[in-house]
T-cell receptor, first 113, second 118 residues
Framework: DGGITQSPKYLFRKEGQNVTLSCEQNLNHDAMYWYRQDPGQGLRLIYY???????QKGDIAEGYSVSREKKESFPLTVTSAQKNPTAFYLC????????????FGSGTRLTVV | AQTVTQSQPEMSVQEAETVTLSCTYD???????LFWYKQPPSRQMILVIR??????QNATENRFSVNFQKAAKSFSLKISDSQLGDTAMYFC???????????????FGTGTSLTVIP
């Protein structure tokens, strides 16, 4: 079945450590996105990529980094520079333009301990 | 800047009844798309319904329909014959179109938590 796989489902990180969240899709979608979800704030865009080897910052990119070396993969690294990293992270993909909406993964819950 | 407002943080409805979730948005654009997404307790976002702004006809998907009022910038979601599986967080989203066709972005509201009571 086609879809988006995010792993792991739960992730714990010590303060000062970088951590990478995985996102893989087999939908042959060109565009991929990372969102952060906090209670009462909806979804906020971190980074997005329209094509391989290209990506742009979203509204809250500080403290995060991404890469897009393959069409299927768009990993997100939460660096130690992110001051409040505990959150739920959602990855999404779409055909170019996203006019039919995004397909979302099941998310990763990151907790800093 | 585009903003999406969902003024009802929480709502409840009796099973088999009808409920309407409100959404308003602010934009100076004329061409855009609107969406409703559902996020059940599993937390996976599921597309419920989609509306193209240039179409006057309201979109319908089975028990889900919208009331799209372009002049009022309102996009409410009506759920008929509510079922227990409809219990979820519902997000309204606005998509601004850019001329290149790429880089279109979603703007999400803060969500409405809907509980269907048996």
């Amino acid at each position: 079945d086609g879809g988006i796989t995010q792993s792991p489902k739960y992730l714990f990180r010590k303060e000062g450590q970088n951590v990478t969240l995985s996102c893989e899709q087999n939908l042959n979608h060109d565009a991929m996105y990372w969102y952060r979800q906090d209670p009462g704030q909806g979804l906020r865009l971190i980074y997005y990529s329209q094509i391989v080897n290209d990506f742009q910052k979203g509204d809250i990119a500080e403290g995060y980094s991404v890469s897009r070396e393959k069409k299927e993969s768009f990993p997100l690294t939460v660096t130690s520079a992110q001051k409040n990293p505990t959150a739920f992270y959602l990855c999404a993909s779409s055909t170019q333009g996203g006019l039919y909406g995004y397909t979302f993964g099941s998310g990763t819950r990151l907790t800093v301990v | 800047a585009q903003t999406v407002t969902q003024s009802q943080p929480e709502m409840s409805v009796q099973e088999a009844e009808t409920v309407t979730l409100s959404c308003t948005y602010d934009t100076s654009e004329n061409n855009y798309y609107l969406f409703w997404y559902k996020q059940p307790p599993s937390r996976q976002m599921i597309l419920v319904i989609r509306q193209e702004a240039y179409k006057q006809q309201n979109a319908t998907e089975n028990r889900f329909s919208v009331n799209f009022q372009k002049a009022a910038k309102s996009f409410s979601l009506k759920i008929s014959d509510s079922q227990l599986g409809d219990t979820a967080m519902y997000f309204c989203a606005f998509m601004k179109l850019v001329s290149s066709g790429t880089g279109n972005q979603f703007y999400f509201g803060t969500g409405t938590s809907l509980t269907v009571i048996p």
